[in-house]
T-cell receptor
Framework: AQSVTQLGSHVSVSEGALVLLRCNYS??????LFWYVQYPNQGLQLLLK??????LVKGINGFEAEFKKSETSFHLTKPSAHMSDAAEYFC???????????????FGQGTILTVHP | NAGVTQTPKFQVLKTGQSMTLQCAQD?????MYWYRQDPGMGLRLIYY???????DKGEVPNGYNVSRLNKREFSLRLESAAPSQTSVYFC??????????????FGAGSRLTVL
């Protein structure tokens, strides 16, 4: 079984400050990991994904995440927050598709990011 | 390129009424999914279809049925709506990447209220 825990349902930062959104996962096999972003009244968009290549993954809009196997973590960071980053962020885990495992995604509970001027 | 299109965007039902949420994708993806989103609970998988002609239960299938009409379309039906089914519903589709990762593309969502 696989699961995802996002630490902190709400994170608030000032514009220009570091953004850090925490995600820990549990998986019985090497995982694939994803961060999705949801802007108000929209669907989810893929920010970045880890697929067992480089452990530091760069995504869109200046976000990046680092896969740390020893800590079972995949935290999302951005050096300088912008007002347009205000959204809800979801971490998700899956294992490799194929056979009965299929590659289904399991999502965390979400973290709402607020950016103050 | 429309991606994943869901209809309707908003719907209000009375308890016991039935309705169908429609979903279509134009990306030639094999797999399609229905999720529900509730505050503080993330997205939970209701049903999925790995390929045309197959459907399987996800995490929370009770009270729902699905139909994979063809490769493009995957509908979700509530036969007798209950207030507990008040939620935002998302359809998604995916195609396996060379890496083996399953990357989902989501629709804009359908907000359903059951009174």
């Amino acid at each position: 079984a696989q699961s995802v825990t996002q630490l902190g349902s709400h994170v608030s930062v000032s514009e220009g400050a570091l953004v850090l959104l925490r995600c820990n996962y549990s998986s019985s096999v090497p995982p694939y990991l994803f961060w999705y972003v949801q802007y108000p009244n929209q669907g989810l968009q893929l920010l970045l994904k880890y697929t067992s290549a480089a452990t530091l993954v760069k995504g869109i809009n200046g976000f990046e995440a680092e896969f740390k196997k020893s800590e079972t973590s995949f935290h999302l960071t951005k050096p300088s927050a912008h007002m347009s980053d205000a959204a809800e962020y979801f971490c998700a885990v899956s294992n490799i598709a194929g056979g009965t495992s299929y590659g289904k995604l399991t999502f965390g509970q979400g973290t709402i990011l607020t950016v103050h001027p | 390129n429309a991606g994943v299109t869901q209809t309707p965007k908003f719907q209000v039902l009375k308890t016991g009424q039935s309705m169908t949420l429609q979903c279509a994708q134009d990306m030639n993806h094999n797999s399609m999914y229905w999720y529900r989103q509730d505050p503080g609970m993330g997205l939970r998988l209701i049903y999925y279809s790995a390929s045309e002609g197959t459907t399987d239960k996800g995490e929370v299938p009770n009270g729902y049925n699905v139909s994979r009409l063809n490769k493009r379309e995957f509908s979700l039906r509530l036969e007798s709506a209950a207030p507990s089914q008040t939620s935002v519903y998302f359809c998604a589709s995916s195609a396996l990447q060379l890496s083996g990762a399953n990357v989902l593309t989501f629709g804009a969502g359908s907000r359903l209220t059951v009174l």
